[in-house]
Nanobody, 124 residues
Framework: DVQLQASGGGLVQAGGSLRLSCAAS????????IGWFRQAPGKEREGVSY????????HYAVSVKGRFTISRDNAKNTVYLQMNSLKPEDTAVYYC?????????????????WGQGTQVTVSS
């Protein structure tokens, strides 16, 4: 079974930093685009960032570009999301996700595999 274990959420003040981790098992790690969605209360789940399976390139939502950095450690089957300069509007449950296609980050319904969510709360 595919498992995506997310960790690293928490409470931080605006301007602070957090690092999320997603440990993957049950899949061939380098065959999948892996990354993150987030969902704030009353809002749809939106793609935040992912690393492409084909060339390892990083992709970001416009709202987080320049503040968040995604990376992967193939030896540990783990993807990290370093979140800097956090804003209150970044408050959400963050979900690790995996799919063979990075295009699936356009719409949450297209994603094949999900991890459990981790809460990120940014206070003003």
């Amino acid at each position: 079974d595919v498992q995506l274990q997310a960790s690293g959420g928490g409470l931080v003040q605006a301007g602070g930093s957090l690092r999320l981790s997603c440990a993957a098992s049950g899949l061939t790690f380098h065959d999948y685009a892996i990354g993150w969605f987030r969902q704030a209360p009353g809002k749809e789940r939106e793609g935040v960032s992912y690393i492409s399976a084909s060339d390892g390139s990083a992709h970001y939502a416009v709202s987080v570009k320049g503040r968040f950095t995604i990376s992967r450690d193939n030896a540990k089957n783990t993807v990290y999301l370093q979140m800097n300069s956090l804003k209150p509007e970044d408050t959400a449950v963050y979900y690790c996700a995996a799919d063979r296609s990075g295009s699936s980050w356009i719409k949450a319904n297209w994603i094949h595999y999900w991890g459990q969510g981790t809460q990120v709360t940014v206070s003003s």
